[in-house]
């Protein structure tokens, strides 16, 4: 079957840096998504990535590692505002989105 | 990024009424539209695929006659859900992907900002 694992929860203090990771067995592979969710909104666009390595994009950064059917989403000097859900998503063979359940962020002042 | 909207952000209905949800991508042509639900503290589900002109695929488990799906262009989709009971009271987002920019974006969807459906 199909799965993607994540942490339930995390919590982080403001200013500081936090790693969520995901780990991945899908189907065929082609490009992982990471989304940000805030309660009681639409996910939001965050990061792909389709090839090995980091991608930096502001304060945020994804990893990915595909033989290890590995990422994660570095978030550095956290705000206050970052405080949410971080959904992984690998698109499959079939080019559908496979969700991971999410990694509620809280922030801590 | 695309944009899409939906149509009505918040809905409340009376049990055994009818309900109609509109996903529409405002500036790129949606081949396929995909119709999501999200429970409280859960993650997506996703409940059907639907490409521009043909019958929706719909997730085993999800009753099709139950929730209706029309893609009738490439930029509306329809979610009705019939007969709605308290059980169905939920977050639903639609995702678009398509041509974007003169090209084919195959594995991005572009997310509406969901309906929150509250069946009394």
């Known amino acids: 079957g199909q799965n993607i694992d994540q942490p339930t929860e995390m919590t982080a203090t403001e200013g500081a840096i936090v790693q969520i990771n995901c780990t991945y067995q899908?189907?065929?592979?082609?490009?992982l998504f990471w989304y940000q969710q805030h309660a009681g909104e639409a996910p939001t666009f965050l990061s792909y990535?389709?090839l090995d390595g980091l991608e930096e994009k502001g304060r945020f950064s994804s990893f990915l590692s595909r033989s290890k059917g590995y990422s994660y989403l570095l978030l550095k000097e956290l705000q206050m505002k970052d405080s949410a859900s971080y959904l992984c998503?690998?698109?499959?063979?079939?080019?559908?989105?496979?969700w991971g359940a999410g990694t509620k962020l809280i922030i801590k002042p | 990024g695309a944009v899409v909207s939906q149509h009505p952000s918040r809905v409340i209905c009376k049990s055994g009424t009818s309900v109609k949800i509109e996903c529409r991508s405002l500036?790129?042509?949606?081949?396929?539209m995909f119709w999501y639900r999200q429970f409280p503290k859960q993650s997506l589900m996703l409940m059907a695929t639907?490409?521009?002109?043909?019958?929706?695929?719909?997730e085993q488990g999800v009753e099709k006659d139950k929730f209706l799906i029309n893609h009738a262009s490439l930029t509306l989709s329809t979610l009705t859900v019939t007969s709605a009971h308290p059980e169905d009271s939920s977050f639903y987002i639609c995702?678009?992907?398509?041509?974007?920019?003169?090209?084919?974006?195959?594995?991005?969807?572009?997310f509406g900002p969901g309906t929150r459906l509250t069946v009394l």
């Open positions: 995702s678009a992907r398509g041509y974007w920019q003169g090209a084919l974006r195959d594995t991005e969807q572009f």
């Open positions: 500036d790129f042509q949606a081949t396929t």
């Open positions: 639907s490409n521009e002109g043909s019958k929706a695929t719909y």
């Open positions: 899908t189907s065929g592979f082609n490009g």
């Open positions: 990535n389709v």
């Open positions: 998503a690998v698109v499959d063979s079939n080019y559908q989105l496979i």
